[in-house]
């Protein structure tokens, strides 16, 4: 994966407000194999603004538009199953075989399952003349 000392926050990778990092060691050889940037209070205030500020937008978003997101997420997760699965193994010590199935195929399949059941999903429902929203 990349750009491990900054954080994605309202559409933009961005520095952290601290300077503090840690190296993550992959457990499999004890060897440090990346070093990732330490969030603040002002890093997580400052994500926290940027998602309630997204809320106001994303939550006029109609079912159809949704799962066109949700669909092209499942896409690009699995255009990158491979890193997924490679950053399994090095940052938990995963096998091979389990980072790819179990582990980042979990993902593939939490993704479709999530995209199923909205496509099933009511958000609207008539009862006698009460509609419940």
Request: glycine share 6%; hydrophobic share 45%; aromatic share 8%.
């Amino acid at each position: 994966m990349s750009n491990n000392l900054k954080f994605y926050i309202d559409g933009a990778w961005v520095e952290p407000s601290g300077t503090k990092t840690l190296e993550v060691i992959d457990p499999a050889t004890e060897e440090p194999f990346t070093t990732i940037a330490l969030g603040t209070e002002a890093d997580v205030d400052r994500a926290v603004k940027a998602a309630r500020k997204a809320f106001t937008t994303f939550s006029l978003t109609t079912k159809a538009e949704r799962l066109a997101l949700m669909r092209k997420l499942l896409e690009v997760y699995n255009k990158r199953f491979a890193d997924v699965a490679d950053a399994l193994m090095r940052e938990m010590g995963a096998p091979k075989k389990l980072a790819h199935t179990a582990q980042a195929g979990m993902g593939t399949a939490h993704l479709a399952k999530m995209i199923e059941t909205l496509e099933h999903f009511e958000f609207e429902e008539l009862r006698g003349t009460t509609l419940i929203a």
